[in-house]
């Protein structure tokens, strides 16, 4: 099995509206990754989690806030976003950090 | 990361093969050659990596150039659910955990 499973596949929120987003993997993976993409560009990453624990930040805003609880769950907390922060959100995991990652489906952000 | 140019599109026929470039001049001598691609309304896919040599596996082959400043990915023998976005990605071994997509290639199949 080699899936990584993101739910909601679609979501729409208000600009003041606390949302969150969830990602799960069962293949033993100790590291996950969110992604963001807009259409027509490629994916983008936001952080990587390497062991629970969060290894890189590529400098994403606050009100995007990442929780690892266990090694098979990661959750994206979204806060007061903005309307250019509508999205493709994708979830990865591998291995470990330097090996193949495997993509959810990504769930698909719309911000009013 | 050191850099990747691919064509921002390319068509293929079912059942011919398709043979995807990537040029990679400013690779490092610790760089993997990475191809991952992402159907419609899918999340990227590995596809098949290499360092140095010629790399099959059941997806495609890659083929690397001597000097490694460029690669190509072959799909034997296109279907019409090889119709995705390619990329051609380089991880290093500074780039602990991290793909960094360039445009990628669109690549159409026709029946």
């Known amino acids: 099995d080699t899936e990584v499973t993101q739910t909601p596949k679609h979501l729409v929120m208000g600009m003041t509206n606390k949302k969150s987003l969830k990602c799960e993997q069962h293949m033993g993976h100790r590291a996950m990754y969110w992604y963001k993409q807009k259409a027509k560009k490629p994916p983008e990453l936001m952080f990587v989690?390497?062991?629970?624990?969060?290894?890189i930040n590529e400098s994403v805003p606050s009100r995007f806030s990442p929780e690892c609880p266990n090694s098979s769950l990661l959750n994206l907390h979204l806060h007061a976003l903005q309307p250019e922060d509508s999205a493709l959100y994708l979830c990865?995991?591998?291995?470990?950090?330097?090996?193949?990652?495997?993509f959810g489906a990504g769930t698909r952000l719309s911000v009013l | 990361d050191a850099k990747t140019t691919q064509p921002n599109s390319m068509e293929s026929n079912e059942e011919e093969p398709v043979h995807l470039p990537c040029n990679h001049s400013t690779i490092s001598g610790t760089d993997y050659i990475h191809w991952y691609r992402q159907l419609p309304s899918q999340g990227p896919e590995y596809v098949i990596h290499?360092?140095?040599s010629n790399v099959n596996n059941r997806m495609a082959s890659l083929a690397i150039a001597e000097d490694r400043k460029s690669s190509t990915l072959i799909l034997h023998r296109a279907t019409l659910r090889d119709a995705a976005v390619y990329y051609c990605?380089?991880?290093?071994?500074?780039?602990?955990?991290?793909?960094?997509f360039g445009q990628g290639t669109i690549l159409t199949v026709h029946p």
């Open positions: 990605i380089l991880r290093g071994g500074t780039s602990y955990g991290k793909l960094t």
């Open positions: 290499g360092l140095t």
């Open positions: 990865a995991s591998s291995q470990t950090s330097v090996y193949i990652q495997y």
């Open positions: 989690y390497s062991y629970e624990k969060l290894s």
